[in-house]
């Protein structure tokens, strides 16, 4: 049983020669900038800011790791997308994201966040392709739902459903302001670190 209160940051990984040996199962949280990313790792840790949440979009510029329990880690990845930063973080950006995606990890599942008021973006697009291309097992979190009424989330949920790269995966309402989809999603995260 994980004790999901025994939770502590461990490391921060700016660069691909930061990253570290996969020793433990590994929970990435992608999505792009301001979804809240950080807000959801919070929630399920019962915590108000080990995760740190960025006062701007595109602040998260380096792969952060949490040790659960000492039975799994969470890998909180940089957000994609945000144009306001220059050309050279963003290739430093890319640089590190590969050298993450190539490394040997015990990468059980990724929690891949789309802003449920908005749908995909582009690079939302791109992603899902990617983890699909790759075979990566993967959940989306549909973050914000608190922001819309029970018809809006029943008709962007099946918005979300229809678009190809969606066909046959799970999706999760979340908020972090109601307790919708964090049992969901812890559950989901036990069954993959049994």
Same mark, same amino acid.
């Given at each position: 049983?994980?004790?999901?209160h025994?939770?502590s940051?461990?490391t921060?990984?700016?660069a691909? !020669? =930061? ?8 929970? *990435?949280?992608?999505?792009?900038s301001?979804?809240?990313? !950080?807000?959801l790792?919070?929630?399920?840790? %019962?915590?108000?800011s080990? *995760?740190?949440?960025?006062? #701007?979009p595109?602040?998260?510029?380096? $792969?952060n790791f +949490?040790?659960?329990?000492g039975? /799994? ?5 940089? %957000?994609y ?6 050309? #050279?973080?963003?290739e430093?950006w890319?640089? @590190?994201?590969d *050298? ?6 015990? @990468?059980r @599942?990724? @929690? =891949? ?16 392709d +990617?983890?699909n ?6 959940? $989306? ?6 922001? /819309? ?5 029943a008709e ?8 190809? =790269?969606?066909s046959?995966?799970?999706? $999760? ?7 919708? %989809?964090?049992? #969901?999603?812890?559950?989901?995260? #036990?069954?993959?670190?049994?």
């Amino acid at each position: 049983m994980i004790n999901w209160h025994n939770a502590s940051f461990e490391t921060s990984c700016g660069a691909p !020669s =930061q990253l570290f040996a996969s020793d433990l199962p590994e929970i *990435a949280f992608s999505s792009k900038s301001n979804v809240g990313k !950080s807000s959801l790792i919070n929630k399920l840790l %019962g915590r108000k800011s080990l *995760a740190k949440t960025g006062s #701007e979009p595109g602040k998260t510029r380096t $792969v952060n790791f +949490f040790n659960i329990d000492g039975q /799994l880690r969470f890998v909180d990845l940089p %957000g994609y997308g945000y144009a306001k930063v220059s050309k #050279e973080i963003k290739e430093k950006w890319m640089k @590190l994201m590969d *050298a993450f995606w190539q490394s040997e990890r015990d @990468l059980r @599942l990724v @929690l =891949q966040l789309i802003d449920m008021r908005n749908g995909p973006s582009a690079d939302d697009l791109m992603m899902l392709d +990617f983890l699909n291309y790759y075979g990566y097992t993967y959940v $989306v979190a549909a973050t914000k739902a608190d922001k /819309l009424s029970k018809r809006q989330r029943a008709e962007n949920k099946e918005k979300l459903q229809a678009i190809k =790269q969606l066909s046959g995966v799970r999706i $999760v309402e979340f908020s972090t302001f109601e307790d919708a %989809g964090k049992n #969901e999603i812890i559950a989901l995260i #036990e069954e993959k670190v049994k």
